[in-house]
């Protein structure tokens, strides 16, 4: 069975560029998250969707930072613009929705933003 | 708020050695505890879980107990091996038919030594 995908791994912006991730959950999940984990600590929720509604974005920076999850399967994570303290490791994970509060998340590699 | 504290590292171990890493949490309710672990250049996997006090979750020779009394969850290992090494997250959801919420600890690094 096929992980949580994210591309890129890597990209490398100057500031004030817009920058896209995407994500495709593992088949059949319907919870996706996006998380932020900046060097030296945890991941911290962005904002989780429960098929393409998003049931929980009250961590992420509306100002510049922008999801969608269309149709409900592959997700995308925009930042426009971006900043020097936006440079992080960006990880979606999935869930199957099926399970309630507790259950299991399945990360994928994440995407490294460097912006200079 | 919830969160989760756990011991800073990094660790360093010679393979064979007793590991143990603490974490203790704040958290309302009743919290279900997690540890993932994240290999170099790979993405977070949950290692182990326990959703009530005083269960033990284990998995590849890791072990940790829900500890309801001292809000503690500490990862245990009898015999580290070199292929261990990695960074070990702890982390819980809060209480709540809703909540979906990971909180983590800061992550520990541990370097295993042949």
């Known amino acids: 069975e096929a992980g949580v995908v994210q591309s890129p791994r890597y990209k490398i912006i100057e500031k004030k560029q817009p920058v896209a991730f995407w994500c495709n959950p593992i088949?059949?999940?319907?919870?996706l998250y996006w998380y932020l984990q900046n060097l030296g600590q945890g991941p911290e929720l962005l904002i989780r969707?429960?098929?393409?509604?998003?049931?929980?974005d009250s961590q992420l920076p509306k100002d510049r930072f922008s999801a969608e999850r269309l149709k409900g399967v592959d997700s995308t994570l925009k930042i426009q613009p971006a900043e020097l303290g936006d440079s992080a490791v960006y990880l979606c994970?999935?869930?199957?929705?099926?399970?309630?509060?507790?259950?299991?998340?399945?990360f994928g590699p994440g995407t490294r933003l460097l912006v200079l | 708020g919830d969160s989760v504290t756990q011991m800073e590292g990094p660790v360093t171990l010679s393979e064979e050695a007793f590991l143990t890493i603490n974490c203790t949490y704040t958290a309302t309710g009743y919290p279900s505890l997690f540890w993932y672990v994240q290999y170099p250049g790979e993405g977070l996997q949950l290692l182990l879980k326990a959703t009530k006090a005083d269960d033990k979750g284990s998995n590849k020779g890791f072990e940790a107990t829900y500890r309801k009394e001292t809000t503690s969850f500490h990862l245990e290992k009898g015999s580290v091996q070199v292929s261990d090494s990695a960074v070990y997250f702890c982390a819980l959801i809060a209480g709540g038919g809703s909540n979906y919420k990971l909180t983590f600890g800061k992550g520990t690094l541990l370097t295993v030594n042949p």
């Open positions: 994970a999935s869930s199957s929705g099926l399970a309630g509060a507790g259950e299991t998340q399945y």
């Open positions: 969707y429960e098929n393409e509604e998003a049931v929980d």
């Open positions: 088949s059949g999940h319907n919870t």
